[in-house]
């Protein structure tokens, strides 16, 4: 197994609101000299909210890269310094109107590792109890109610197409059926 790369140098070429574009270069092996541009992301939270009959809640907002609204988990950027479990929590509030009473990891997993370094915590919230903060001005987001099954439909239809919610939706029914 060869040695990991030897960064050389580092440039943010790009800051936005949300992330930085940084381009890297690194010393491969074999003297090979490669550049990399990496979307330097502080990370996110993804919720599996189920309601005490188990039904999920989920949303449905636009999200431009990819042109259109789609349906899916909750989720929310990682604040600077915030912990994954308050992120959870302030989400959930924001996003669908529900403070989780009982908070279960479920792992995490990198969004695209060639090229982001964003890292989803997953979590199933259960024991919802109605809690409401303000959500983000710019957010267009209504809630769906769907049980697993339906869930599950809307994965392999297509009409859930986002990774992190594929993953939730997948680890939390592998999960209860264990």
Same mark, same amino acid.
């Given at each position: 197994?060869?040695?990991?790369?030897?960064?050389?140098?580092?440039?943010?070429?790009? !800051?936005?609101?949300?992330f930085?574009?940084? $381009?890297? *270069?690194?010393?491969? =092996?074999?003297?090979?000299?490669? %550049?990399?541009? *990496?979307? !330097?992301?502080? +990370?996110?939270v993804?919720?599996?909210?189920?309601?005490?009959?188990?039904?999920i809640?989920?949303?449905?907002?636009?999200?431009?890269?990819?042109?259109?609204?789609?349906l899916e988990?909750?989720? @929310? #950027?990682?604040?600077?310094?915030?912990?994954?479990?308050?992120?959870? #929590? $302030?989400e &959930?509030?924001?996003?669908? +109107?529900?403070r989780?009473? #009982?908070?279960?990891?479920?792992?995490?997993f990198?969004?695209?590792?060639?090229? #982001?370094?964003?890292y989803?915590?997953?979590?199933?919230? *259960? %024991?919802?109890?109605?809690?409401? &903060?303000?959500? =983000?001005? =710019?957010?267009?987001?209504e809630?769906?109610? &769907?049980?697993?099954?339906?869930?599950?439909?809307?994965?392999?239809?297509?009409?859930?197409? =986002?990774?992190?919610?594929?993953? @939730?939706?997948?680890?939390?029914? !592998?999960?209860?059926?264990?």
């Open positions: 197994m060869s040695d990991l790369p030897r960064l050389l140098s580092s440039e943010v070429v790009y !800051r936005g609101r949300l930085n574009v940084e $381009r890297d *270069t690194l010393a491969m =092996d074999g003297g090979v000299t490669a %550049a990399r541009e *990496t979307i !330097r992301h502080p +990370g996110a993804c919720m599996i909210p189920v309601l005490d009959d188990g039904r809640l989920l949303v449905t907002q636009y999200r431009h890269p990819a042109g259109r609204r789609l988990l909750p989720a @929310g #950027t990682l604040e600077k310094g915030e912990a994954p479990v308050a992120a959870v #929590t $302030r &959930l509030q924001e996003e669908v +109107g529900y989780p009473g #009982t908070i279960e990891a479920l792992g995490g990198f969004v695209a590792p060639g090229y #982001t370094s964003e989803i915590h997953l979590f199933a919230c *259960t %024991a919802l109890e109605p809690g409401r &903060l303000p959500g =983000d001005d =710019d957010e267009d987001i809630v769906e109610i &769907l049980s697993l099954p339906s869930a599950l439909e809307a994965v392999e239809s297509g009409a859930i197409c =986002d990774a992190k919610s594929v993953i @939730g939706l997948l680890r939390w029914s !592998r999960k209860i059926h264990r």
